[in-house]
Antibody, heavy 112, light 109 residues
Framework: QVQLAQSGAEVKKPGASVKVSCRAS????????IYWVRQAPGQGLEWVGR????????SYARQFQGRVTLTTDTSARTFYMDMNRLTPDDTAIYYC?????WGQGSPVTVSS | QAVVTQEPSLTVSPGGTVTLTCASD?????????PNWFLQKPGQVPKPLIF???KKYSWTPARVSGSLLGGKAALTLSGVQPEDEADYYC?????????FGGGTKLTVL
């Protein structure tokens, strides 16, 4: 069955970086875009960006351009979201998703 | 970047029918925006309901349907049940960019 297994919770200080991973299984991971979506506490869903595993092409929400990098290790069937210059406003659960299947979420807390 | 707007909250009686909408501030929503709909219950991962405006997943209840209505994407729930109480989010594509709506909190009362 399709599964997206994400890395665990992270606690970071303002100004630091975080790298969240998402390992795909149960399907051909080259064939589906992976989207990254975040949800701050008590807030709605926010699109961060997406990556095309076939070729590595990316697109990002305007507010994350220059601060987020999406990558993939196709041999490891793993996707990564790297976010730098973290602020407390980046505190959220970060999801990787094909849109039809979702990872369990990776909580990221940014606090001094 | 477009702003996508949903009703912040709606209330429906059990057994009733409710339509949630999803609008874009840059023009009418069309099939080209490939509307998707998700529901989310507290503490849970979002669950997809509809893709490409009208298409259902294998797990989507038959009483849930997607459409275009008056320049907006729409999600209609018929025969509403208490377990339909949740937050509902739409997603629209604008070329390579994806935007979520702010979500609709549906109360079944």
């Amino acid at each position: 069955q399709v599964q997206l297994a994400q890395s665990g919770a992270e606690v970071k200080k303002p100004g630091a970086s975080v790298k969240v991973s998402c390992r795909a299984s149960g399907y051909n991971s080259i064939k589906y875009y992976i989207y990254w979506v975040r949800q701050a506490p008590g807030q709605g869903l926010e699109w961060v960006g997406r990556i095309n595993p076939s070729g590595g092409g990316t697109s990002y929400a305007r507010q994350f351009q220059g601060r987020v990098t999406l990558t993939t290790d196709t041999s490891a069937r793993t996707f990564y979201m790297d976010m730098n210059r973290l602020t407390p406003d980046d505190t959220a659960i970060y999801y990787c998703t094909r849109l039809d299947f979702w990872g369990q979420g990776s909580p990221v807390t940014v606090s001094s | 970047q477009a702003v996508v707007t949903q009703e912040p909250s709606l209330t429906v009686s059990p057994g009733g029918t409710v339509t949630l909408t999803c609008a874009s501030d840059i023009g009418a929503v069309t099939g080209g925006n490939s509307p998707n709909w998700f529901l989310q219950k507290p503490g849970q991962v979002p669950k997809p309901l509809i893709f490409s405006t009208t298409k259902k997943y294998s797990w989507t209840p038959a009483r849930v349907s997607g459409s275009l209505l008056g320049g907006k994407a729409a999600l209609t729930l018929s025969g509403v049940q208490p377990e339909d109480e949740a937050d509902y989010y739409c997603l629209l594509y604008f070329g390579d960019v994806v935007v979520f709506g702010g979500g609709t909190k549906l109360t079944v009362l």
